[in-house]
């Protein structure tokens, strides 16, 4: 065959040709789609396969069956020349401003499913991908198809909703006016209006390929004679066998740079499927999602049904783009390299006792078994096929996997069965498999053997396999996996929920009977209840982000899409590989100059002033930033003395982001160790009792004291830190113009930027050009961390006048920058026998680690008792410093963490006295002060039915002993205060009469934006599409206080409404002149008698709004699989007092998705550091947010109507932070489920346990007292 020199693909109908000369064959489809097409719309964030934010569709003939397929793929694994013969299409080419937009891209807008819109493009190609392939979808498959897309904005309901309407069976009330998928099907070529990607007018190319660069070399081939053939004319090179090319999204360095790339998508041998009369044999390179297809349609086949639930298991692996090209050899392989890898693929096929052919260098083949293989030298040798035996029905067969969250992660351990029964129910045979022990363990050889001649259904049987489990289950310490201990006792456990899953119905007590069940996730639903206002319209009117459209078709720019310069510059920090308290010694970057293209490294002594990016001059008034904000220096470079791991050391500049990368790496610091120990959690501070290392910032007195204390309890509470997780991570574009420096900082707060470049490069502040658009997505982060971006790129733009780019990966955006408060408190409470508090003593402890510039403590403490009596209540809170990065405001810095310490207190109580919890809040509320808190508490509870809710659950408990559930009503009281120097301008254009505003805030995905627009519309009496609102900048808004707190929408809402009424009050007099003239008239005559048209407010808190309180009843219930720990979130009922919203669906937005940022803080997200205080979760492989379906399975939220707020702006209330207060009620009702376990277990046993860190599955599984001794039948 011929061989090509190039590969060709077509792109949004436009033929691409790639050759080595231009394309290095590492690069990926995302790096060609960006950097060498710069087609922006596609977004990037972690690189792994791990956030979705890059997917792409792609069609293609399949090369077997030659149909034309439709799938997602993650550009950033995919290699560019892995591209031969696709057919591809991104947001770009779907659909535009220019062309009209796709309704997936429509859907998503309309039902307000953005709000950074970072996610978007990627959320909208892998819909857009869903339906083109296939044109029968159900609700249930679109809900299961997003496992890959994060979003940390919406909390997904608003995007489910979207593309559940295009789905067959989508509830009609929210189909609205799309059609169903049907009616979308492209390949309608006679009615076809869109633009069409597929391949009715294509033909497929697919030819071998012989490409050839300076470093490496690419092959196509088409049969696995062709491997060797290469392999042979290219002997004792490095080679990867190119498959879905994924297993890199696992381990970075998995297979290093190769020289060799074979691309054996094409060899069609690796891709048959044969049934024969004993096996059925499946082609190597089958693509996951092909082998579920493949399983589900041969379970019909007598002797195969057991491939039903392979392929539900496979359900679980990865996420469906990476399902997509990802293979069932590629994940094989991944396991023969890295045997501690727990593979889902391994284990379902050693469970059945599949076998593999391997062929060899001479071509011969040789059927091994999975063991064998893992010890096999695999040089020169390809995997042909699996062959997975029949079983008849005397086998039963189930696996496991239990994940931190329901999608999206590798097993934490995961567990198959084989067993094979005679009549007389003795086992015959049986192979238990388990991942997730240590990287030698696979059979549970011992069980095994016990098992087999002994009867299973038997207690005493059971208890000697149990025995058996627990010598043999070694699990070793690997962090940041779960702890040995867990990973044992779940791995026993799963055990016996697969004897109760096939025990007889008489053989087993009916409460032990649903241990053997998993939970079934329904399709969630969800309701948005609010009260909107006409008569105000376009305020109040529930309308989407303005810029959504822009944000679905991938049109709007974030900073990482700035064009490029002919002369651009990129850097990348290099960071203290060292704990805290070494001192560096020396930096050598003499090895990252050597390589080309590297163009400079700058250090702290580079720095011109002082080296902080939190300059101490500033001189804010007061009220005008919260208060303490610049109270410590802090190093943009560590100068001396480490003061955590991964501080940066300095930056290396070059010509790409992937050399300076690579070039920091090379830059060798070595420094002089230190004895003392890093110490890194709160704990660990107070028990080294160092003065120096706690503070005391605020208190709380109690005024009274009750004499009436029947019961004195004391517990601790201790809260783990939080990543922000925004999708595009720290950036700062630098350009140098004409003596002056144009910054492109995604902040949350310019002014901080200006201040510190200026600082540090001893220049005046009015030489720096400051302009946001957007950021996407920041939630405290990058209120003051940008800085330290924007700072080194500055520094580097500064002294080489050349643009200086710096975007941080999302490893070292985890590594580097601080995160939420770690928390921790101890409590004593003394109550009489109605649950009231006679006295409470707290002392609580924020740690600001190696910072100290984001103080909240003084600001948080009315949060504690806002919703509660609280005259005897002494409070005290100090703040720590860990030698960790410092810590970092994140949405609800300290509300979120004191909320949950009163509601943790409370749900102590009531577990300790037996009381319901409810019943405990309410005894200590007062009838007066928190009349509106308990009015809405009283309405929750009916519309929501709790009682009868807890009623039912609590009788579910007594009859179930594995499975539990759990309610929680938590209440909250947030008082909101009001900061300023926030100030919008506001321009109205002579010729047409639009209007254009500009203003200090910073658009986040909070929807500012929408808000700001609506009330100048609302103002000018104009229709909203008059109103255009620019980027911040500096010039218009200097000396502007930082987008945070909540409050930002709401003061510059008001600077907006003084800057029109000013507008209006200049028109007036003109106006009066006219009689009813048009707005375009009226701004024309305005025009003509020199009106000054523009007009600019500054909102400051001597404004007339006050502060207020905000407040918000949350009711939750869930089902814990006790043993297996996870939980499932059954309906959320949230009621949150917004006054009257300014733009509910932004609000219902902001409510949905501060609340489920809380379902990851307490359920999910889990920082580990090693003892050093090296960062071990900076992954999206092991740090999880929640994702799609972990979402409440019932999701409704609700505004109380007539409600307006008379003190704040236009009668709102504000909506950013809130609701995440009320998402303590998760870890409270999981509780409340574990509490009935634990008496279960062991009825003298406390039903209470501390509250250390999220309710995690570890957590709850443990703290369950599974104790394998109880599990009978
Ligand atoms: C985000 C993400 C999540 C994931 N989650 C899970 C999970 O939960 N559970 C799980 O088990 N896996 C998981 N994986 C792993 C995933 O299943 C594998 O990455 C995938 O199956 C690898 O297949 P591939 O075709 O992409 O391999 P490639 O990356 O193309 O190749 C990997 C290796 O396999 C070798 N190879 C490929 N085919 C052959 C062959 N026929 N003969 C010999 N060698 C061969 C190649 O030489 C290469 O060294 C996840 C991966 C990602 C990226
Ligand atoms: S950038 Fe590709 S999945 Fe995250
Ligand atoms: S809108 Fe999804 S991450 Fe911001």
């Given amino acids: 065959m011929q061989k090509a020199k190039s590969v060709r693909f077509v792109l949004h109908n436009q033929n691409h040709t790639v050759t080595p000369s231009d394309v290095a064959p590492e690069t990926t489809l995302l790096e060609y789609l960006r950097d060498y097409e710069h087609m922006k719309g596609t977004k990037y964030m972690c690189l792994e396969g791990g956030c979705g934010a890059c997917v792409v569709s792609v069609t293609t003939k399949h090369p077997v069956t030659k149909r034309t397929i439709t799938f997602a793929v993650n550009s950033c694994l995919v290699s560019v020349y892995s591209c031969e013969g696709w057919h591809i299409q991104t947001v770009d080419g779907i659909g535009n401003n220019q062309i009209g937009y796709h309704p997936v891209q429509k859907v998503l807008a309309e039902f307000n499913g953005t709000q950074c819109g970072f996610c978007s493009p990627g959320m909208v190609m892998n819909m857009y991908a869903l339906y083109e392939s296939n044109n029968n979808l159900t609700m249930k498959e679109v809900e299961t198809s997003f496992g890959g897309n994060m979003c940390r904005c919406t909390g997904y309901r608003p995007i489910l909703t979207a593309f559940k309407s295009l789905a067959k069976d989508a509830d009609k009330e929210i189909l609205g006016e799309y059609p169903d998928i049907e009616d979308l099907n492209v390949c309608d070529t006679a009615n076809c209006q869109r633009i069409c990607q597929t391949m009715c007018k294509r033909k497929s190319v697919s030819t071998a390929l012989h490409l050839s660069s300076s470093n490496s070399k690419w092959f196509k081939v088409f049969s696995i004679n062709e491997?060797?053939?290469?392999?042979?004319?290219?002997?004792?090179?490095?080679?990867?066998?190119?498959?879905?090319?994924?297993?890199?999204?696992?381990?970075?360095?998995?297979?290093?740079?190769?020289?060799?790339?074979?691309?054996?998508?094409?060899?069609?041998?690796?891709?048959?499927?044969?049934?024969?009369?004993?096996?059925?044999?499946?082609?190597?390179?089958?693509?996951?999602?092909?082998?579920?297809?493949?399983?589900?349609?041969?379970?019909?086949?007598?002797?195969?049904?057991?491939?039903?639930?392979?392929?539900?298991?496979?359900?679980?692996?990865?996420?469906?783009?990476?399902?997509?090209?990802?293979?069932?050899?590629?994940?094989?392989?991944?396991?023969?390299?890295?045997?501690?890898?727990?593979?889902?693929?391994?284990?379902?096929?050693?469970?059945?006792?599949?076998?593999?052919?391997?062929?060899?260098?001479?071509?011969?083949?040789?059927?091994?078994?999975?063991?064998?293989?893992?010890?096999?030298?695999?040089?020169?040798?390809?995997?042909?096929?699996?062959?997975?035996?029949?079983?008849?029905?005397?086998?039963?067969?189930?696996?496991?996997?239990?994940?931190?969250?329901?999608?999206?992660?590798?097993?934490?351990?995961?567990?198959?069965?084989?067993l094979k029964l005679d009549e007389h129910e003795v086992v015959q045979s049986i192979r238990i498999v388990y991942g997730g022990i240590n990287s030698s363990f696979v059979h549970a050889t011992k069980a095994e053997k016990y098992l087999v001649g002994k009867s299973i259904f038997d207690n005493n049987t059971l208890q000697g396999a149990f025995k058996a489990l627990d010598e043999e289950l070694q699990p070793d310490d690997a962090l940041p996996e779960p702890s040995p201990l867990f990973r044992k006792k779940l791995a026993i456990a799963l055990f016996y929920k697969f004897v109760l899953s096939i025990t007889p119905s008489n053989k087993v007590s009916p409460e032990n009977k649903s241990g053997g069940q998993l939970l079934q996730r329904p399709v969630s639903t969800g309701v948005q209840d609010f009260q909107t206002n006409q008569s105000l319209y376009p305020l109040t009117e529930a309308i989407p982000k303005l810029e959504a459209l822009g944000q679905t078709s991938g049109e709007i720019e974030y900073i990482s899409d700035l064009p490029n310069s002919v002369d651009q510059l990129f850097a990348c920090f290099v960071t203290a590989k060292a704990p805290a308290n070494y001192t560096i010694a020396n930096i050598d970057t003499s090895e990252a100059l050597k390589e080309d293209g590297v163009i400079s490294f700058f250090g702290a002594k580079d720095i011109l002033g002082p080296n902080s990016f939190v300059p101490s001059n500033t001189n804010y008034p007061e009220g005008f930033i919260p208060p303490g904000l610049h109270l410590v220096p802090e190093e943009v470079f560590c100068s001396g003395t480490v003061k955590y791991y991964f501080q940066p050391v300095g930056i290396i500049v070059a010509k790409t982001q992937e050399l300076a990368e690579r070039a920091a790496d090379l830059v060798k610091v070595t420094y002089n160790p230190s004895t003392k120990k890093p110490l890194l959690t709160v704990r660990e501070v107070l028990?080294?009792?160092?003065?120096?290392?706690?503070?005391?910032?605020?208190?709380?007195?109690?005024?009274?004291?009750?004499?009436?204390?029947?019961?004195?309890?004391?517990?601790?509470?201790?809260?783990?830190?939080?990543?922000?997780?925004?999708?595009?991570?720290?950036?700062?574009?630098?350009?140098?113009?004409?003596?002056?420096?144009?910054?492109?900082?995604?902040?949350?707060?310019?002014?901080?930027?200006?201040?510190?470049?200026?600082?540090?490069?001893?220049?005046?502040?009015?030489?720096?050009?400051?302009?946001?658009?957007?950021?996407?997505?920041?939630?405290?982060?990058?209120?003051?961390?940008?800085?330290?971006?924007?700072?080194?790129?500055?520094?580097?733009?500064?002294?080489?006048?050349?643009?200086?780019?710096?975007?941080?990966?999302?490893?070292?955006?985890?590594?580097?920058?601080?995160?939420?408060?770690?928390?921790?408190?101890?409590?004593?409470?003394?109550?009489n026998d109605k649950g009231e508090i006679q006295y409470l003593n707290d002392k609580f402890y924020f740690d600001y680690a190696t910072g100290g510039n984001e103080p909240i403590i003084a600001f948080c403490i009315p949060a504690i008792s806002s919703s509660y009596k609280h005259d005897t209540w002494d409070i005290t809170g100090y703040y720590t410093n860990t030698d960790n990065a410092p810590g970092v405001w994140m949405r609800a810095p300290g509300h979120a963490n004191v909320v949950a310490m009163s509601e943790t207190i409370m749900e102590h109580i009531a577990l300790e006295m037996g009381k319901p919890a409810l019943e405990i809040r309410l005894a200590n509320m007062s009838q007066n002060e928190n009349k509106k808190l308990i009015q809405f508490i009283n309405e929750l509870r009916q519309t929501s039915d709790y009682d009868n809710r807890l009623k039912a659950a609590e009788e579910f408990n007594k009859t179930n002993r594995w499975m539990k559930k759990g309610l929680s009503l938590v209440p909250m009281t947030f008082p909101f205060v009001y900061v300023g120097g926030l100030n919008s301008i506001v321009a109205i254009y002579a010729g047409d009469g639009s209007v254009a505003v500009s203003h200090g805030g910073i658009e986040i995905g909070q929807g500012i934006n929408t808000k700001v627009a609506q009330v100048c519309a609302y103002a000018l009496k104009i229709p909203l599409n008059m109103v255009s609102v620019k980027a911040s900048n500096n010039l218009v808004s200097p000396n502007n206080t930082l987008t945070g707190a909540s409050l930002t929408s709401e003061c510059v809402c008001y600077a907006t409404l003084k800057a029109c009424e000013i507008l209006t009050a200049r028109m007036k007099p003109v106006k009066d002149k006219m009689k009813n003239p048009t707005w375009e008239e009226l701004v024309k005559e305005c025009q003509k008698e020199y009106v000054e048209l523009v007009a600019t407010y500054m909102y400051s808190p001597n404004e007339p709004p006050q502060a207020y309180d905000i407040y918000g009843v949350c009711i939750t219930e869930v089902e814990v699989d006790i043993l297996t720990g996870i939980h499932q979130i059954t309906r959320v009922d949230i009621l949150e007092d917004t006054g009257t919203s300014m733009s509910p669906l932004i609000d219902i937005g902001q409510v949905e998705g501060a609340f489920i940022i809380g379902l990851g803080l307490w359920t999910t997200e889990k920082i580990v550091l090693d003892k050093e205080g090296r960062l071990l979760t900076n992954r999206t492989w092991n740090y999880k947010i929640p994702c799609a379906l972990d979402i409440p399975i019932d999701f409704r939220v609700r505004f109380p109507k007539n409600n307006p707020n008379s003190v704040g702006v236009l009668n709102s209330k504000t909506t950013g932070e809130p609701a995440l207060c009320l998402a303590c009620s998760i870890p409270c009702a999981i509780r409340q489920a574990v509490a009935s376990a634990r008496s279960a277990a062991d009825p003298k046993a406390s039903k209470w346990y501390p509250f250390s860190g999220p309710s995690d599955v570890e957590n709850t599984f443990l703290n369950s007292l599974n104790d394998c001794k109880q599990y009978t039948l």
């Fill in 227 to 418: 491997i060797f053939d290469v392999l042979k004319a290219n002997p004792n090179k490095s080679y990867q066998l190119v498959a879905g090319n994924t297993a890199r999204g696992v381990y970075h360095d998995f297979n290093g740079h190769p020289k060799l790339y074979i691309d054996i998508t094409s060899v069609k041998n690796l891709l048959v499927d044969v049934v024969t009369a004993d096996n059925l044999m499946v082609g190597a390179n089958k693509s996951l999602t092909e082998a579920m297809e493949l399983f589900q349609n041969t379970a019909e086949t007598n002797g195969f049904d057991y491939l039903a639930k392979l392929a539900d298991h496979i359900k679980l692996v990865a996420h469906v783009p990476v399902r997509n090209i990802g293979t069932l050899a590629g994940n094989l392989s991944i396991k023969h390299e890295r045997n501690e890898f727990p593979s889902d693929i391994f284990l379902i096929f050693e469970t059945v006792g599949a076998k593999m052919t391997i062929v060899n260098a001479n071509k011969t083949e040789k059927v091994r078994d999975l063991l064998s293989y893992l010890t096999l030298d695999m040089k020169n040798k390809v995997i042909k096929n699996f062959i997975l035996p029949k079983l008849s029905k005397s086998y039963k067969y189930q696996s496991y996997k239990i994940m931190p969250r329901a999608q999206n992660a590798h097993a934490m351990v995961n567990a198959g069965f084989l």
């Fill in 687 to 831: 028990a080294a009792n160092d003065p120096n290392r706690v503070s005391e910032e605020a208190s709380m007195k109690a005024t009274s004291k009750g004499n009436d204390v029947k019961h004195i309890i004391k517990g601790r509470y201790d809260m783990t830190p939080q990543y922000h997780y925004h999708m595009e991570t720290q950036i700062c574009c630098v350009i140098p113009n004409e003596g002056n420096l144009d910054i492109y900082p995604g902040t949350q707060w310019m002014d901080i930027i200006q201040t510190s470049v200026a600082s540090i490069l001893k220049i005046k502040e009015n030489r720096i050009n400051i302009k946001v658009k957007r950021v996407g997505g920041a939630f405290g982060a990058k209120i003051t961390r940008n800085a330290q971006v924007a700072c080194a790129a500055a520094l580097a733009a500064h002294k080489l006048q050349k643009p200086v780019k710096m975007r941080l990966s999302f490893t070292a955006n985890m590594d580097v920058v601080g995160k939420r408060y770690q928390t921790a408190s101890d409590y004593e409470v003394g109550l």
